[in-house]
């Protein structure tokens, strides 16, 4: 667990994000409001998203009627991800959280079944810590040096 977090608030700029995340070496980082609780998660997946292409569902005509093949929530989603200009536009807003007595495989199982690499640490609703892959590896390392 890395103690000393880097945190975000949810108007910093994308482009502010992304020169931060380069600056300190770190793949992701907690969103915090302004009394220090964590509202969200942003991570490098979440600027890529920003470059990558629509994708624009598949529609199908019907007896005069169009049906779209796929959620409009979603697409409006990922507009607005694409689009998004401060943090709060971009990050998870589903914070999975972990606190500092979680076992390390029941963190690895969340990081892998839910898709998510950066856990902020808490105790209540105060940040202590966050945990990224590169802990998980490290601590995988020293116990084969054991």
């Not at 600027?47 to 199908?60: N, V």
């Not at 796929?70 to 807003?93: F, H, N, P, R, Y």
């Amino acid at each position: 667990m890395t103690k000393n977090v880097i945190t975000v608030t949810p108007d910093l700029a994308v482009d502010k994000l992304a020169s931060l995340f380069w600056k300190n070496n770190i793949s992701g980082a907690p969103v915090v409001d302004a009394e220090g609780h964590v509202v969200g998660v942003v991570t490098e997946s979440d600027l890529i998203d920003q470059a990558k292409k629509i994708h624009i569902p598949t529609m199908i005509s019907f007896l005069d009627s169009v049906i779209m093949l796929g959620s409009a929530d979603k697409l409006e989603k990922e507009i607005g991800k694409m689009t998004g200009t401060v943090v709060s536009d971009i990050c998870s807003k589903e914070v999975i959280s972990v606190t500092e007595e979680t076992p390390l495989d029941e963190i690895a199982t969340i990081m892998s079944e839910k898709g998510v690499h950066t856990l902020p640490v808490l105790t209540g609703k105060v940040l202590v810590g966050i945990i990224g892959k590169n802990d998980i590896i490290k601590t995988l390392t020293r116990q084969e040096d054991i």
